[in-house]
């Protein structure tokens, strides 16, 4: 059985006792059991009898569809949220022209024990209300950062080599103009820091070839 491997930060390698070929769809499982068919990339490296090769989902799943469906998933669940919010809310008034008499409570009347027992579950009611309003906001703060990785670009993806080309050739341009003086530099780090980005550009660049290249 194929199993994947941790290899670099968001990145999973297929672990296989077999050779196979680039191109080729083999069956992946993760921790749970469940397979999934992925298309074959580079040998990355051989250890203890196993290969180890770079993939990619064959359904298309990726970073950004797994973003785009749990922003879908928790705008879900905000909604569903509010919608109990407000059903709270409105369960909440039961009651409410009576109550907006604003009459005493008549200890030792057949009445009161009614009466206490309506205050009781109105505010229980917008106790709940609050809850769900609370929860709404959670999910839906949730949703927006999910949202806004939807076109996110990382080392999981074959596309990573033009955008560390990119990132690369930003880096050094950022690095030669401090260096000439026509970029200004902002604090007494920042060309240190320019120089660190260019070499973390460097290394990502690298790896991503190493894992998607030709």
Not at 1 to 30: D, Q
Not at 40 to 67: C, E, M, P, W
Not at 87 to 96: C, F, H, I, V
Request: hydrophobic content about 35%; aromatic content about 10%; overall charge positive.
């Amino acid at each position: 059985m194929n199993t994947y491997s941790k290899y670099a930060p968001n990145v999973f390698l297929a672990k296989c006792n077999e050779r196979h070929h680039k191109g080729e769809i083999i069956l992946v499982a993760n921790k749970y059991g469940k397979e999934n068919e992925c298309e074959v990339f580079n040998l990355i490296y051989s250890k203890d009898d196993f290969h180890y090769y770079s993939i990619i989902r064959a359904d298309g799943t990726n970073a950004q569809t797994r973003a785009v469906a749990k922003a879908e998933r928790y705008k879900s669940w905000s909604s569903i949220a509010e919608s109990k919010s407000m059903k709270y809310y409105e369960a909440s008034k039961e009651g409410k022209d009576f109550l907006s008499l604003g009459e005493p409570i008549k200890v030792g009347h057949h009445s009161e024990k009614r009466h206490r027992t309506l205050i009781d579950r109105n505010w229980a009611r917008m106790g709940k209300s609050v809850e769900m309003t609370d929860k709404a906001e959670a999910h839906n703060a949730k949703a927006e950062y999910w949202e806004s990785q939807k076109d996110i670009i990382n080392l999981s993806m074959p596309e990573s080599i033009e955008f560390y080309e990119y990132k690369l050739e930003e880096a050094k341009m950022k690095h030669e103009g401090m260096k000439a003086g026509t970029i200004e530099r902002s604090h007494s780090m920042s060309l240190q820091y320019a120089k660190k980005d260019v070499n973390e550009a460097e290394k990502n660049l690298a790896l991503s070839v190493r894992l998607w290249g030709v």
